[in-house]
């Protein structure tokens, strides 16, 4: 055979091969979709790998996700993030906005999920439940100290704010020595104390005039009201007194404050923040702007953060009750291979080809190299 047409037959024949080779490789990643019976025998390689391991390469998939992808690190950090924190807080003022403008009654609203209260019992009702809410969160926190209820950076930042506190009481304190009320005041101190010391006081008084006595006494107390030394003490006794205060049970607090003056408190606060009987029949579309506005600017700026702030110290907690491995596995064990494949092929469709050609010049090499072995030794 003439030895041209040798040498291009032996390139034809190993590229064929090296090309289809590596195609058949690559279909046999996803076909056929499943086992291939002649009789009861199973035909070698049916179904193809990743069907045969679908249930493998999704509790796999599962694992990476948590692990490595959807993790709590990840996502407290986007929770965390000042740009992601914005764009909710108005995300949530425009649909809270979009609401709000809907014709639906606030006593519409309420009564599918709470069909007993009326506009006559509402604030009745809601008394009762903030009781219950109330009294059931002390009993359950009743040997817990306040410092271990309050989040650590909440602890911080009330001795930074007690300590901000003691500048501002030395100011009331030497301001208030300085007006006349507060020269009336040393005054008549000094004057009772004299009455009250009898004799000793009589003499005092003979020989230093009180008036003397209490102009002195009064700079005195101005001078050491305005000094440094005298915040530092202040601002150490508040500290101190504020230490102690959340070093406190429950129980001791409320040795202090009965239960009963905590919940009228919080029902006086909610009836006249939320004065629900008088909205009851409106639209909500008919609230009040001052009222919309506290609602979309001072009620989203407060929960949002909160729930963010919440979210992210209970994340590891949700990852793990929401089981996203178990999430992930099933959707793809349900995935149908055809699916699998396009979605795989549309990714990596070209690499896929290139892969096949590279096979194709591989074998076309090797058939090169054969015929040229086969001519020099003339076989």
Do not use: C
């Not at 055979?1 to 058949?24: C, E, H, K, Q, R």
């Not at 059931?136 to 911080?156: F, N, Y």
């Not at 110290?313 to 009750?321: A, L, T, Y």
Request: no cysteine.
């Amino acid at each position: 055979m003439d030895p041209i047409l040798f040498t291009i037959m032996m390139i034809g024949i190993g590229a064929m091969i090296g090309g289809v080779t590596n195609s058949l490789a690559i279909r046999m990643l996803f076909r056929p979709y499943r086992p291939v019976y002649i009789g009861k025998f199973q035909i070698p390689f049916t179904p193809g790998l990743i069907p045969k391991r679908q249930s493998e390469l999704a509790k796999q998939l599962g694992e990476m996700v948590v692990e490595h992808l959807v993790t709590p690190s990840g996502l407290r950090n986007k929770l965390l993030n000042e740009t992601f924190r914005e764009t909710l807080l108005r995300g949530t003022r425009k649909e809270v906005n979009r609401f709000l403008d809907s014709k639906i009654t606030l006593g519409e609203l309420i009564s599918p999920m709470a069909p007993e209260l009326t506009k006559e019992n509402v604030h009745g009702e809601l008394e009762k439940q903030l009781e219950k809410t109330i009294s059931g969160w002390l009993d359950r926190r009743k040997d817990v100290k306040i410092k271990d209820i309050v989040p650590g950076e909440w602890e911080e930042r009330g001795i930074f704010l007690t300590k901000r506190a003691s500048i501002y009481v030395q100011r009331k304190i030497a301001s208030y020595l300085e007006s006349p009320d507060g020269r009336y005041r040393v005054k008549a101190l000094i004057n009772d104390y004299f009455e009250k010391h009898g004799m000793f006081g009589q003499l005092m008084s003979s020989i230093f005039s009180s008036r003397n006595i209490s102009e002195r006494l009064h700079g005195t107390m101005v001078r050491y009201a305005n000094k440094e030394e005298t915040r530092q003490w202040i601002e150490d006794v508040m500290v101190e007194e504020y230490k102690h205060l959340i070093a406190l049970k429950v129980e001791d607090i409320e040795q202090h404050i009965r239960r009963e003056e905590i919940i009228a408190s919080f029902s006086e606060a909610l009836s006249s923040l939320v004065p629900l009987e008088r909205y009851w029949d409106k639209p909500l579309s008919e609230i009040p702007t001052p009222v919309r506005e506290r609602i979309t600017e001072d009620g989203v700026a407060f929960v949002v953060p909160k729930a963010i702030d919440f979210l992210s110290v209970q994340m590891e907690s949700v990852i793990k009750h929401l089981h996203l491995e178990d999430i992930v596995k099933e959707q793809v064990e349900a995935f149908e291979v055809s699916r699998l494949e396009d979605l795989v092929l549309g990714i990596s469709r070209r690499e896929f080809k290139m892969i096949t050609y590279l096979g194709a010049m591989l074998g076309g090499f090797v058939g090169l190299l054969q015929s040229g072995i086969v001519l020099l030794l003339g076989i």
